[in-house]
């Protein structure tokens, strides 16, 4: 599978692409069949009993939502890593108690610490997800012949069940950016400080996945020959190439970049890397260990470091929430569902457009489109470009990458 094996009749094949999916979701795969060996041990599925699932499917209840993320800690097993997550919960519970029992507090304020005391476990659906990964391999043994039937079936909880336990979690609903709150970033060192570098991508990749729409993986991956430009409209090339990936055939499109981001000295910087040979414009970011190989994963830990030490944390409005946001304000903004869909890389059934506008729409016509969201940028006192025509706030020059005064 990890090949891309297709099978038709009495045909078979390898596709890379399938191969891709497949290792993008065997992080999960593992951690399931890691799940199973902790669990079962050395029993053999079909000796294993009632009990036996129904603590299997109570124990991975009980994980913890960052269970087999990190690698110092993917030694443990899964009950080792429960119970060190539930001793540590009892440690901040007990904190918690005691900062109650010291502050004038009230009621409300108090339960927000009780609550934050407690560990997150896995959501309903990633345990809807564990038992597909292991119902998976079962019925595909029942159909080989190996098994007579699917021992674990029973214990599946259906669409129903798995509703039912989400009502009783907390929202995790992506708040959306409102102009304030991504103000308020803006006012953060990155964006105001003379010692950011004009290669930092904290400062770019948010106002990217803002002004644009792009997923954080589209943003981190881009290589400096992917931002081109065609009768006078710079934009974004999202493509699959070499150390590239898109979602789906339907992310491949053509972005163009808002003026304000020009502005701001985007252009000098992939000139600067153009100049230098750089293979890809973010390359701080490194791939992150897991098997998925994403930059995201990597990139959003800083990003939400960043955020709590400045203040500026919300758990659900998070990074992909300002790709979220820039779609809902297309939406507000009367953004055709045709033009809308391929800026955002969604899936379009317009006969019209996949027949007739294979290559997608005129550049002219997305960049208006773009230009329709406008943004307050005058907390921005750090910018690479030359000097600001309006007002919009002092700009630094660039000039091979270094600051000279403004």
């Known amino acids: 599978m990890s090949r891309g094996v297709i099978r038709s009749g009495a045909y078979t094949t390898e596709d890379a692409g399938k191969a891709a999916r497949f290792r993008k979701d065997s992080d999960t795969i593992l951690s399931t069949r890691k799940l199973v060996r902790d669990l079962l041990g050395d029993k053999k599925i079909v000796k294993a ?3 036996d699932w129904v603590h299997f499917n109570d124990t991975l209840r009980r994980l913890p939502n960052n269970h087999g993320r990190s690698q110092k800690l993917r030694h443990l097993s899964c009950i080792e890593f429960i119970e060190r997550a539930e001793a540590e919960e009892e440690r901040q519970k007990a904190a918690a108690e005691k900062a109650i029992g010291h502050q004038n507090l009230t009621e409300d304020e108090a339960e927000e610490l009780r609550r934050d005391a407690c560990i997150k476990r896995i959501a309903p659906r990633t345990f809807q ?26 214990y599946v909880l259906g669409e129903a069940a798995i509703t039912e336990l989400r009502k009783g979690q907390p929202e995790t609903k992506r708040v959306l950016w409102t102009s304030s709150d991504f103000e308020s970033l803006l006012k953060t060192d990155t964006w105001t400080s003379s010692r950011t570098e004009i290669d930092d991508p904290l400062y770019w990749v948010p106002i990217i996945a803002r ?8 943003i981190l991956q881009l290589k400096p020959k992917n931002i081109r430009c065609d009768e006078g409209v710079h934009y974004f090339e999202i493509e699959r190439g070499t150390g590239q990936s898109t979602k789906s055939n339907n992310a491949r499109r053509m972005v163009p970049l808002h003026s304000q981001l020009i502005g701001l000295g985007f252009l000098e910087l992939v000139d600067l890397h153009h100049r230098r040979g750089k293979v890809r414009i973010f390359d701080k970011v490194n791939r992150a260990k897991t098997k ?68 997608g729409f005129p550049l002219t016509t997305l960049k208006q489109y773009i230009e329709m969201q406008s943004h307050d940028l005058r907390a921005i006192t ?24 403004s």
Not at 329 to 356: E, K, S
């Open 49 to 51: 009993t009632g009990d």
């Open 129 to 154: 997800r564990h038992q597909k990964y292991l119902c998976a391999p079962l019925d595909h043994a029942v159909q080989m012949g190996l098994l007579s039937h699917n021992p674990y079936k029973p």
């Open 211 to 218: 002004f644009h729409g792009l997923r954080s993986e589209e």
């Open 292 to 359: 998925k190989l994403s930059f995201t994963a990597n990139f959003t830990k800083s990003f939400t470091y960043y955020r709590k030490t400045r203040g500026a944390y919300e758990e659900r409005r998070d990074l992909h929430a300002l790709r979220t946001t820039f779609h809902s304000h297309c939406i507000a903004l009367a953004v055709p569902d045709t033009a809308r869909r391929y800026l955002m890389g969604h899936r379009n059934d317009d006969v019209g457009v996949t027949n007739y506008l294979p290559d």
């Open 382 to 405: 750090q910018r690479f470009c030359g000097p600001a025509t309006g007002s919009g706030g002092p700009r630094l020059v660039s000039s091979v990458g270094l600051r000279l005064a």
